[in-house]
């Protein structure tokens, strides 16, 4: 039976990666069941205190904070850290905008988040992680995690990568440094920082413990939208430049290339050596929207109807989005070949798909090969078998959990 559900927390979050593009969704509905079981979870913000004195604060120069919820059973020795995304600001005027917001001021944060997906306490809805400790670090600085800088006349902090390592102390220091097992994880902007951040946290443990990284959604591609433009690429060169990236972008990378191509998980893939896993659409609706059909470059709105909903996609709206998938194919193709690293790829109009419950793991969750993204990524992390799963190309799944956006764009 299909069911249609208004994601209105879904909107918001989606709304919180505007990060300075013009943005008005009102409205997010999908096609799917979900998975409903026992009393949701929900789990206080925590401020770290030490945070001030390192400088280590969000954009408004507020204190930095996590949700934590402790692990038990056969887990209570096993770290999930999850990266929270929500965007970008990439000049004075966005991040302005963003430090009166949840995503640049811990004054804004909610005190309290419902933990599912990934994050769900359930094994029913979570059945590898569900009795893991479990983090949700919060995302306040506007640049994944990897800022150091600082605008005086505007008040604006840029210290992402300070954000970070104060993080991981305070996690270290209430019981992680004992882990015999932690998983890296990130979703969106989330999921760049995850990728560019899994080497640091492999070098936290001892060798003997076992670490791996997710990146959900992170695979944002330096594509040439439909005006023949990068509009991906000016507006990330707008974020390292503003934030002062570039001195943690690895040096592998930036030696030959520009640090805002550094920037991309497609150029900073090669340079991770820790096991880590590509979790992804091959039609990312972030993607499709704000980077290869955004209003600047279709003003006359011939996206637009594509863009908020892909059945109205015409013959050559999907011959290009193809396109695009097979760029995304590219990308991960030497990435893949490795025996340490895991793929997954549908073809669903999607973006972040591991802590939603409903696409993580319910009883009408997409699949490909039968296998669910939940059971995927458990089978590779704790080496089952390897995973390297890529979909076939739209339409041709039909367990997708497309995303359909309702109102004024």
Request: net charge neutral; hydrophobic share 35%.
């Amino acid at each position: 039976m299909k069911y249609f559900w208004i994601l209105s927390f879904f909107s918001l979050l989606l709304v919180g990666c505007s990060r300075g593009f013009d943005l008005n969704w009102t409205e997010v509905v999908f096609n799917g069941e979900v998975s409903v079981g026992g009393s949701p979870l929900f789990v206080p913000l925590t401020l770290i205190q030490s945070a001030a004195a390192k400088g280590a604060v969000c954009l408004d120069g507020s204190l930095p904070g996590y949700h934590f919820h402790q692990g038990f059973g056969n887990g209570a020795n096993s770290w999930l850290v999850q990266l929270e995304g929500g965007g970008w600001c990439n000049n004075i005027r966005t991040c302005f905008y963003r430090k009166k917001t949840r995503r640049g001021s811990s004054n804004y944060m909610e005190k309290q988040l419902q933990f599912t997906g990934i994050l769900s306490d359930k094994p029913e809805d979570n059945p590898d992680f569900y009795n893991w400790n479990r983090v949700k670090i919060r995302y306040c600085d506007g640049a994944s995690f990897l800022g150091e800088g600082y605008n005086m006349a505007a008040g604006l902090y840029f210290r992402g990568q300070r954000i970070w390592l104060t993080a991981m102390e305070e996690l270290m220091s209430k019981g992680m440094r004992e882990a015999n097992q932690a998983f890296l994880i990130g979703c969106s902007a989330g999921g760049i920082a995850a990728i560019h951040h899994c080497d640091e946290f492999h070098a936290l443990f001892p060798g003997s413990t076992k670490i791996k990284c997710l990146a959900d959604a992170g695979m944002f591609l330096d594509a040439v939208d439909v005006a023949g433009r990068r509009t991906l690429r000016s507006f990330f060169s707008g974020i390292v430049n503003l934030q002062g990236v570039s001195r943690n972008l690895p040096g592998t990378c930036t030696s030959h290339l520009n640090p805002t191509l550094c920037f991309f998980p497609q150029n900073a893939l090669s340079d991770v050596r820790t096991p880590l896993f590509i979790l992804n659409s091959a039609y990312d609706v972030w993607q499709l929207q704000e980077s290869l059909a955004s209003k600047a470059a279709d003003p006359h709105g011939y996206w637009q109807d594509c863009n908020m909903n892909n059945a109205k996609c015409n013959t050559g709206q999907i011959q290009f989005l193809q396109g695009f998938r097979n760029e995304m194919l590219n990308s991960v193709e030497k990435f893949s070949s490795s025996s340490k690293n895991g793929l997954f790829i549908n073809s669903c109009f999607a973006h972040c798909q591991s802590e939603r419950q409903d696409t993580w793991f319910g009883n009408d969750s997409p699949f490909i090969r039968n296998k669910r993204i939940a059971e995927s990524v458990g089978d590779w992390y704790f080496d089952r078998s390897q995973v390297k799963i890529i979909d076939c190309p739209y339409p041709c799944d039909q367990t997708c959990h497309n995303l359909v956006f309702n109102g004024r764009h």
